[in-house]
């Protein structure tokens, strides 16, 4: 029978506190409101000379920068065709229909995604997870998983497949 291992890191450290709003139903916008976000990440793949997937160590750093770069801060879709989103001037310029918030610019992570869903942002922290991987440690697992957990027992995975 073939064997198949896995690697999973969920810590209390791979956590951010952030503000967002979606759009949603087509047309609607939610108000401004937060979450306390974990990661989970999860490797598949054949184990190496050292007799594991890949080091535990390691996956929790990557995986740690990427959400420390999220914690504390306004989430900010740039692609979402209902909220738009103007950086100049040290201020974000945030819209949709009549509503309107400025924010400083320091206080905002501009995310290349349509909307700051669970889905999106896990999807997000999965290629940058991905890309650190291949740039740092030159590895590729056969399947990555990014859950993204917005509140307890509510939470978004994505799974890439090599």
Request: negative net charge.
């Amino acid at each position: 029978m073939p064997e198949r291992f896995k690697v999973r890191v969920t810590k209390d450290h791979l956590v951010f506190c952030a503000g967002h709003f979606i759009s949603y139903e087509g047309d609607k916008c939610e108000k401004l409101h937060g979450h306390n976000y974990r990661a989970t990440v999860e490797i598949e793949g054949d184990l190496d000379e050292n007799s594991y997937v890949f080091d535990f160590v390691a996956l929790k750093h990557r995986t740690k920068e990427i959400t420390d770069s999220l914690d504390h801060v306004m989430l900010l879709a740039t692609r979402n065709p209902l909220i738009h989103v103007e950086d100049n001037e040290g201020k974000v310029r945030v819209r949709y229909r009549d509503r309107e918030w400025i924010f400083p610019r320091g206080d905002c992570v501009l995310l290349p995604i349509e909307n700051t869903t669970a889905e999106l942002l896990a999807r997000y922290i999965a290629q940058r997870l991905l890309e650190a991987l291949k740039t740092t440690h030159r590895y590729t697992p056969e399947v990555l998983r990014v859950e993204v957990e917005e509140n307890i027992g509510q939470s978004a995975t994505i799974e890439i497949r090599k």
